[in-house]
């Protein structure tokens, strides 16, 4: 069984050779220290809100980081719903931080890892921080394969039906005075179709891919260079797509 992740479903969908490089070669990937930071950042939020989630203390964590402690305390304050169950439908919902949800699908296996999911009889919330600034535009984020293959998951693993859940996105981190802010993103049968649809289309890819390396030496695709992702990428000059200007720089 090949385990893959929604962040691996990008890559093969932007460029197959970068997952090839990444995920069979396992060539290491770089990380700026700016990254690191973020990174590092974004993890320790996600750590604090589950200690909350399950009441432990979170002061000592708070008190090392101010900043942090600000976003949280914002966050409360913005979305309270999220964080007060009301006592009458308490004994009916189910709430947990880092929830895991794994489905089989062909022959891979997916897991989703909900930053807290709150299930009500009829209705259920995937809720996810971001760390970064939201976007000015949703469409992406709607489109990405972390929205699509976590609305499909919950489906897939539970009674639900589809327009019974959606996906909130909080973008946690605060600029200045501006509040947390929020993207939701609502589901129905036919983005849970079309999801299916896609997603067996790209693993059947894969999965030959996959068999041709195997068999044969047979490399990924890549991606045309007029989509201008190699530019940034850091296997460029691996797959020969440095451009001239750049080589001749001495
Ligand atoms: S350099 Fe271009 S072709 Fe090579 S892995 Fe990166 S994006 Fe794909």
């Known amino acids: 069984m090949f385990r893959l992740s929604q962040n691996q479903l990008k890559i093969i969908e932007e460029c197959p050779r970068k997952f090839q490089h990444g995920y069979l070669e396992l060539l290491a990937s770089t990380t700026s220290p700016e990254q690191q930071e973020k990174l590092t950042w974004g993890s320790q939020f996600h750590l604090l809100m589950q200690q909350r989630e399950i009441g432990l203390p979170i002061e000592f964590i708070i008190k090392q980081d101010p900043d942090m402690g600000r976003c949280v305390a914002a966050l409360i304050d913005t979305a309270p719903e999220l964080f007060v169950t009301d006592l009458e439908t308490s004994n009916r919902t189910f709430r947990q931080a880092e929830h895991r949800c794994t489905l089989i699908f062909q022959d891979y296996l997916f897991t989703a890892i909900y930053d807290l999911l709150i299930a009500e009889p009829n209705a259920a919330q995937i809720i996810d921080w971001k760390t970064y600034p939201r976007p000015q535009k949703s469409e992406r984020i709607c489109h990405s394969w972390q929205t699509r293959l976590y609305l499909y998951l919950l489906v897939e693993t539970s009674d639900y039906s589809p327009e019974q859940i959606s996906m909130t996105y909080w973008f946690v981190q605060l600029r200045g005075e501006e509040a947390p802010q929020k993207l939701t993103f609502t589901y129905d049968r036919a983005q849970h179709d079309r999801t299916k649809q896609d997603l067996t289309q790209l693993l059947q890819k894969l999965t030959q891919w996959r ?39 001495f």
């Open 211 to 249: 068999q041709q390396y195997i068999d044969r030496g047979e490399f990924f695709p890549q991606v045309d260079i007029s989509a201008h992702r190699c530019d940034s990428c850091q296997f460029a000059t691996r797959c020969d797509r440095i451009s001239s200007t750049q080589k001749i720089r």
